[in-house]
Structures are given as structure tokens and as C-alpha cells.
């Protein structure tokens, strides 16, 4: 069987990542797989059931209780939890503010790896997250590492929130985005960090039609060679 084509998309809180990974991999034909919506899956689930969220043990009973179901249409992706669409739901300010502590502990990010790696094994893939290039899938032909500036991704954010009708203070965005990173950097088990291999794009003054050219003229270049 021909080896399957992967395409790991790493980076901090709001680089565009996931914007960027839905383009190329609608572009390309491929599966996109958003990691981090499965994190947030299980915090949202831990958040209704009051789990406690400093037992990485209970939030690994909880999640072997949780299917988890990524499903794929035209316009990229829906989330669902135990049968239920929670796509927007997990984009909340309270899911994102716990998202970090539920996805630090080991017990809980082994099963999840387990579970993206299935996501992964018989569909060409683009898969973003903080962990992909360097654990997930480590043997992705495509590598990329998307950082931006705190300030311009907090001004994304802002401008996501508010077209959602939200009315969010820019600090409290720089703020909680800069609280992400550090927890996300300085985790234990895999910590967020650029894999060796990984090709860094800095896209603080790229628009996302550029960000998208260079995925894309890398991965072509790739599937020629
Ligand atoms: O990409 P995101 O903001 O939806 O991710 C939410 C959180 O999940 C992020 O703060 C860290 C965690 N995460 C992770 O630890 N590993 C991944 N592969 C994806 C996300």
C-alpha cells in the first residue's frame, strides 16, 4: 500500500492554525483533524459532570467514557460529544480557560494520541495541534510550525469574538493567550515546542492566502521529491 501523505500543523494559542489547516487540506483533498477540539471535548465533558479537573485519573475514566466524533462536510469540521454537536459550545471562555490544566496530564494525552493516531491511519491527513510534529506523528513528510506575535493573535481573536456578537476586552485576550502559552510550553508531558524538522512560519504579517501558498508550495514540493 502507497504511504499515506500526513501534514503536522504545530503552534501556540491562536496562530491560525486550524484556519489555515481546513484551507490546505480542503485544497489538497485531504482529512482535517483538529486535536484540540477533542482537548476540548473532554474539558467541556469534565465541566457538565464536575469533574475535578486536577485528577488527570478522573479525566481519563471520564474520556474512556466519551466518544469523541470529529465529522468531516464541506466547509471542514463538527464536534461531537457522546452523540451531541458541541462544535461551538467548546469555544467557550470557560472551556478555554481549563482546556491547558485537562490536556497536561500524561493519562489523558496518551489516550488521545491513541485516538488521533487511528484518526490518521488510512486517510491523508492534515492534523493540527501542539504536539503532532514532534509526537503524534512523527513521521509527517510536512512539518509546519506557525507562531505569531501575542498582540497580533490576540487581535485576531478579537475580531473572531466580536463577529460572533462578543464583546471581549483585548487585554483580557492578551492575557489569556500569553497564560496558555506559558502553561502549554511548560507542561511536563509533551510540551508545546518546535519540532527540529519542523519549518517555521511566522505569520504575524501574512495573510492567511500566504500562509496557506507556502503550506501548500512545501507539501507539492514534498509529494514531487
Ligand atoms: O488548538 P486549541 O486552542 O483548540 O487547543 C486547545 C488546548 O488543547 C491547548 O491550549 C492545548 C491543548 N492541546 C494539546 O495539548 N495538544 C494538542 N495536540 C492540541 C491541543
Known sequence: MERLF???IDGPAAAGKSTVAKIVAKTMGFVYIDTGA?????????????????SG????????????????????QRVFVDGEDVSERIRYPDVTAQ?????????????????????????????DGRDIGTHVLPGAQVKIFLKAS???RANRRFKEEEQKGLH??????????????????ERAVS???KSADA????TTSLSIDEVVDQILKIAEEKIRH
Open 191 to 193: 510540551p508545546l515546542v
Open 99 to 127: 482546556v491547558s490544566l485537562v490536556s497536561s496530564f500524561g493519562e489523558v494525552r496518551t489516550e488521545m494520541v491513541r485516538r488521533q493516531r487511528k484518526l490518521a491511519e488510512h486517510s491523508n491527513v492534515v492534523m
Open 6 to 8: 500526513q501534514i503536522a
Open 199 to 202: 519549518i517555521e512560519l511566522d
Open 150 to 152: 501575542v498582540e497580533e
Open 38 to 54: 477533542m482537548y476540548r471535548s473532554l474539558t467541556f465533558k469534565a465541566l457538565k459532570k464536575g469533574t475535578d479537573l486536577k
Open 168 to 185: 471581549p476586552s483585548i487585554q483580557a485576550l492578551r492575557e489569556a493567550i500569553a497564560l496558555r502559552d506559558k502553561k502549554d510550553m
Open 57 to 76: 485519573l478522573k479525566l481519563k475514566r471520564l474520556l474512556d467514557d466519551t466518544e469523541i466524533v470529529l465529522k468531516h462536510n464541506e466547509d471542514g
